[in-house]
């Protein structure tokens, strides 16, 4: 029998489905988890190897601590800005990203402004600050008016950092899904597009044959991890620099990369250690950007509706193992995590797809867990019920069994039995067949437990409704015989094949007398002079497995202070931790005869118990002890 419940298998998935997800997604918000998941993200850039830079499209002067050296300190004089500027746009590049704060006036600003009011267009920053509440954005920084005109555009250069360790790995292109950021217009310069060739859609920014996947108005970078190439302006401003050989159709990014600039920005770029990265500064930052857009080389994340549909698959599949062995349940959790790993970042490698793999690893865990405590909460629901069954059963079956037994003056008896189980195969019986003779029996059925119990009562019941048949005959072995006739298979029904060994006999209480026939049960003992010595019996086959099997009676006489105990081998058999076996060590304290069958045999009880302690007994246990006063 298994556990039952009302609920069907679908109705079982569905519900750990639905555990699991709200595990999953009340997981999904702590600051931990999000730190996991941005830690497996980030590891995506270390397995893969560096990116080529096959256009090679964008370039970096760099105002760095070369620099510094030979044109003077930050800040410079806006005139030599100007000439550094100048000398960029002799290299005729398609656009000029100034990634520099112009918005403090200084001597001079009219020669840098006549710098950008010649081709090619240059887009300088701006920061600005979000209300969402009320719809509205201030400007924080910009340039001057006095750079706006001629060939000048303007981009939003906020850092989008993840608030959790602060990593930036995405930009948005758009803000209030109008103004430019700064990546965004550098691209548009270069394509030699504007903002109305934009076209904003639920999960991509659109202009000419580009379309940036978008997640919540953001876009993953993605970066090369490569050793970014630069030039140091310095070395751009020496006679000896040809900026046509090298800026031609380019795009040029210049900023500071000095150290005093303080311009760090922490991203998922390695630096060679398994989550450990190195921080890029602004300019640099908006290189990878504007690589990942004009190169086309987007990162795509799975869609939600996908996600979900995936993370349903992998629950059905896990609920479904755990249901049926816990054991296919964790086998099949470890399998679907390598699987789902192997997947995540082959996707990524070949296809740039990024699949939520810690979603995925909370869900086939949790969905491991709400299995397994459902069906250990079912396995206890029904151990307790079984366990009240069997004590029911062990109810039945000990009133099949005597508990009071005849006695007389001149003798008395005592029976027990103790299952192994909470119900067992052995069984006893005693009763008077008429003033003279008292009839009993001893057995043992094969197998434990319930089935043995059901074989047992089976075989009770035939021989009490056969000895009644020979009750004058005074011939046990008449009653086993027809017993064995009755147990074999093909008559009785017997077919798991499960046979009975047992001793049937009739005491004559006056003539201390005993006749006695055996199928195939172990030999009684006898009390006799001060000692116990086993009787021969004339032993025939096990009931219930040949057909035409004979038996044979033996007569037991008894003289007074004389005992018979019979034994099944749950007593006989049991050994303890040395080896030695119970009856021999026992008998020698058992007290005397005269006190009576039922002293006797609870001193037998007693030993049994004290012998196999705490281990408890292998086999059902019974007895019957008759003494001759």
């Not at 267009?121 to 600005?128: G, N, Q």
């Not at 050989?245 to 920005?265: C, M, Q």
């Not at 996707?347 to 086939?364: G, Y």
């Not at 003056?409 to 067949?433: C, E, H, Q, W």
Request: aromatic share 10%; net charge neutral.
């Amino acid at each position: 029998m298994k556990p039952t419940s009302r609920l069907t298998p679908f109705q079982r998935i569905l519900l750990i489905f639905c555990i699991a997800l709200l595990f999953t997604l009340v997981l999904s918000q702590s600051a931990f988890f999000k730190s996991l998941e941005n830690k497996a993200y980030d590891s995506l850039f270390y397995f893969r190897q560096p990116l080529a830079d096959k256009d090679n499209n964008v370039v970096i002067v760099a105002i760095d601590e070369e620099s510094m050296k030979k044109v003077g300190n930050w800040p410079w004089p806006r005139e030599r800005l100007a000439k550094l500027i100048e000398i960029i746009k002799k290299g005729k590049p398609k656009v000029i990203g100034v990634d520099l704060l112009l918005d403090i006036p200084a001597v001079e600003d009219e020669k840098l402004a006549e710098a950008f009011s010649v081709p090619p267009a240059a887009v300088l920053p701006m920061v600005v600050r979000e209300d969402g509440a009320k719809g509205r954005e201030d400007i924080l920084l910009k340039p001057l008016d006095i750079f706006l005109a001629g060939y000048t555009r303007v981009g939003v250069t906020n850092i989008s950092s993840d608030p959790v360790d602060k990593t930036t790995r995405d930009f948005r292109p758009l803000y209030n899904g109008r103004r430019l950021s700064y990546p965004l217009a550098v691209c548009l310069e270069y394509l030699g597009m504007g903002p109305d060739d934009v076209r904003v859609k639920r999960s991509s920014v659109d202009f000419g044959g580009y379309s940036v996947p978008v997640y919540h108005s953001r876009a993953l970078i993605n970066y090369k991890c490569a050793k970014i190439g630069k030039f140091s302006a310095g070395d751009v401003m020496e006679s000896s620099f040809d900026p046509a050989f090298f800026f031609e159709g380019k795009v040029v990014l210049l900023g500071r990369t000095d150290l005093a600039s303080k311009d760090f920005i922490n991203t998922p770029v390695t630096s060679g250690k398994i989550f450990e990265t190195v921080p890029l500064q602004g300019v640099e930052l908006w290189k990878e950007a504007i690589d990942t857009v004009l190169e086309k080389n987007f990162i795509y994340r799975l869609p939600p509706a996908a996600s979900f549909l995936v993370l349903l698959i992998l629950s059905v599949i896990i609920s479904a193992l755990t249901f049926s062995s816990d054991t296919k349940g964790a086998v099949g959790v470890a399998a679907t995590l390598l699987v789902s790993a192997a997947v995540f970042y082959g996707l990524f490698l070949k296809r740039n797809l990024v699949i939520p793999v810690l979603p995925i690893a909370a869900m086939c865990l949790a969905s491991y867990v709400m299995s397994f405590l459902y069906n250990y909460t079912k396995r206890i629901a029904y151990k307790k019920r079984m366990e009240t069954e069997l004590e029911f059963a062990w109810t039945i079956q000990r009133n099949f069994l005597p508990q009071e037994f005849p006695e007389g003056g001149n003798f008395s008896i005592y029976a027990s039995m103790s299952p192994a189980r909470t119900v067992g195969g052995d069984f006893y019986d005693v009763s008077r067949l008429d003033e003279k003779r008292i009839e009993f029996m001893i057995g043992d059925v094969s197998g434990k437990g319930i089935p043995a119990a059901l074989f047992m009562a089976k075989t009770l019941a035939r021989v009490n409704a056969i000895s009644q048949r020979y009750a004058d005959a005074n011939d046990p072995s008449l009653i086993l015989k027809e017993l064995n006739a009755t147990l074999l298979p093909r008559k009785a029904g017997n077919t798991a094949v499960m046979f009975a060994t047992l001793i049937y006999g009739i005491f004559f209480p006056e003539e201390k007398k005993i006749i006695a026939a055996s199928a195939g049960h172990p030999a009684p003992y006898l009390y006799k002079k001060g000692q116990w010595e086993n009787i021969a019996l004339e032993n025939g086959i096990v009931a219930g497995i040949m057909e035409g099997a004979a038996y044979l009676n033996t007569t037991i006489r008894l003289k007074e202070g004389e005992a018979v105990a019979f034994f099944t081998d749950g007593f006989l058999e049991a050994n303890d931790t040395e080896g030695n076996t119970f009856i021999p060590a026992v008998f020698s304290k058992l007290p005397p005869v005269s006190a009576g069958a039922d002293a006797v045999g609870k001193a037998i009880e007693k030993g049994f118990a004290t012998f196999v302690g705490k281990a408890g007994a292998a086999d059902d246990a019974t007895l019957l002890v008759i003494n001759s006063r």
